[in-house]
């Protein structure tokens, strides 16, 4: 019995039944929150047909709750089309944290991204990167489509000991195929059995169940991420004659047990997620790379001084970047500067809770808006300003990788790979190109606009 009940967060005024969806944004959705907490706080609430979603808008709010309390707040949120019917409840960046599956990814994940396993990658990593700057060299214009070879490349070697071939590769066209798909089918409001789950029980020949046809057409698309490259790579291990991969070493275990179909199944997930994961999140963090290079070259200079002087005419490796401070502290600053994934993953609650005089339900979707933070000017003096020297000398910011991963038990497990991948790429570059604007008919530099699309986003979007 509370006498006085705790208020809901305060948010935008919902209609009766669709809630705020007409008030929400299609784009750059991060920019529209922020506005939106400059009028009802740090912590505000929406609602579509009915379900609720907090947003959490700074760095102390995100953490107590996301971190602090992360026993409560680490579920992920279900949609019943798109995780019960479409099936994907047990994918890695989907299943329940009270599903015993949880930890075993975690686990999992881990034996293949944590340090030691990463400078295992380290030759695959500067190869690919070689082949990087040879695309680049031979047709510099579709620089988008060179980085999206070369995570693909890095990341399905890895998983499966796939080799990918040209920019046009059979499975990284699949797989890019399946993310467009699955941000449309995770749209807010898509499906309206999410809002009035008793449509579930209609038949699917009945008028209004025709959702479950297209939910069962809608799967085998999307098995395009997972089973397609693993029975591939199964196929390949059984015949004798394969790349040894993640799927390979975890398929014939070195205690040297027979691996059971649960076992197989939860290997499927896992290595699918290193690409939903890690293939856009790195490709946008190197075409903001680009980006940054071109409009601040002597920021590019004092990069490039530090590479010709600690790497000089050979190939970097990942020990280099211990004595490359100007370079990791770039690193940061693009990172930072374009957050690739500005809304993060959503959290789901588990348990009704209070916070900062907030009642927050169970039940409730919550997302840390990463890019208001990064622009958080108490913590990043002129936030829109690229400058890696925020991090060094004798009063550096904050490290931003303390929240672009984000938080608690579902905080990135691919975060030192990518870093690796990055540093890699970005001084083999710098030792090798300088990049600058393109140059219209005239002549005349042509300035790029930044504009953070949904491809930098589609992560965030894959609930
Ligand atoms: C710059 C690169 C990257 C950024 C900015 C990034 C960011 C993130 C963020 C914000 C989340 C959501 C965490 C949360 O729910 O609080 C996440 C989850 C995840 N990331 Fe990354 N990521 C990057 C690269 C990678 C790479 C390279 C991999 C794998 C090779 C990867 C694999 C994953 C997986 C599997 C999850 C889901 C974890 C879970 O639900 O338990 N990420 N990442």
Redesign the pocket.
């Given at each position: 019995y509370r006498s006085t009940p705790t208020p809901l967060p305060p948010g935008p005024k919902p209609k009766f039944f669709s809630g705020n969806l007409h008030q929400l944004p299609k784009i750059e959705k991060w920019k529209v929150y922020r506005e939106w907490s400059n009028t009802y706080g740090p912590i505000f609430m929406y609602k579509v047909f009915g379900k609720k979603t907090i947003i959490l808008n700074t760095l102390k709010t995100a953490s107590d709750l996301?971190d602090g309390r992360s026993n409560l707040y680490?579920d992920?949120p279900r949609s019943w089309i798109y995780t019960e019917y479409i099936g994907r409840s047990l994918s890695?960046?989907?299943?329940s944290?009270q599903n015993p599956r949880?930890k075993i990814?975690?686990k999992l994940?881990h034996s293949?991204?944590n340090a030691r396993a990463i400078n295992s990658y380290q030759n695959l990593m500067e190869q690919e990167s070689q082949t990087l700057a040879q695309n680049l060299m031979e047709f510099p214009d579709d620089f988008i489509n060179h980085l999206r070879q070369n995570?693909g490349a890095i990341?399905l070697k890895?998983?499966y000991g796939w080799t990918v071939t040209g920019n046009r590769d059979r499975f990284v066209v699949a797989m890019e195929e399946a993310f467009e798909l699955t941000a449309e089918l995770t749209r807010p409001g898509k499906w309206l059995v999410d809002a009035i789950p008793l449509l579930r029980f209609i038949p699917s020949w009945f008028p209004g169940g025709s959702f479950k046809l297209r939910a069962e057409e809608h799967k085998r698309e999307l098995l395009a991420v997972d089973q397609i490259p693993f029975d591939w790579a199964k196929k390949e291990i059984n015949s004798g004659n394969y790349i040894p991969s993640f799927t390979s070493q975890h398929l014939f275990p070195e205690d040297g047990h027979k691996v059971n179909a649960e076992e197989e199944d939860i290997l499927k997930w896992?290595s699918s997620?290193?690409?939903?994961?890690?293939?856009d999140?790195?490709v946008?963090?190197m075409t903001a790379f680009f980006a940054a290079m071109s409009l601040f070259p002597s920021t590019q200079e004092k990069a490039r001084q530090e590479v010709d002087e600690i790497i000089g005419i050979r190939k970097p490796v990942f020990a280099d970047q211990a004595s490359m401070p100007y370079i990791s502290a770039l690193i940061k600053e693009v990172?930072r500067w374009a957050?690739?994934?500005p809304?993060?993953?959503?959290?789901y609650v588990i348990q009704d809770d209070i916070y900062s005089g907030h009642f927050i339900p169970k039940d409730t979707i919550v997302f840390?808006n990463?890019w208001a933070i990064s622009r958080q000017e108490e913590i990043y003096p002129n936030p829109e300003e690229f400058d890696p020297e925020r991090y060094l000398g004798p009063t550096p910011q904050m490290d931003p990788r303390k929240?672009?991963?984000?938080?608690?038990?579902?905080?990135?497990?691919?975060?030192a790979?990518?870093?690796a991948?990055?540093f890699i790429n970005i001084t083999n570059l710098l030792s090798q190109f300088t990049i600058s604007k393109a140059i219209d008919t005239n002549g005349a530099e042509i300035t790029p606009t930044i504009e953070f699309t949904s491809t930098m986003t589609r992560?965030?979007q894959t609930m």
């Open positions: 996301l680490s992920r890695v960046l989907n299943v944290s949880h990814y975690r994940m293949g991204l995570a990341i890895l998983a896992t997620a290193l690409y939903v994961g890690g293939a999140t790195t946008a963090t990172l957050p690739s994934a809304l993060g993953l959503p959290h840390a990463i929240f672009l991963f984000g938080f608690g038990r579902r905080v990135c497990p691919g975060a790979f990518a870093e991948s990055v992560v965030a």
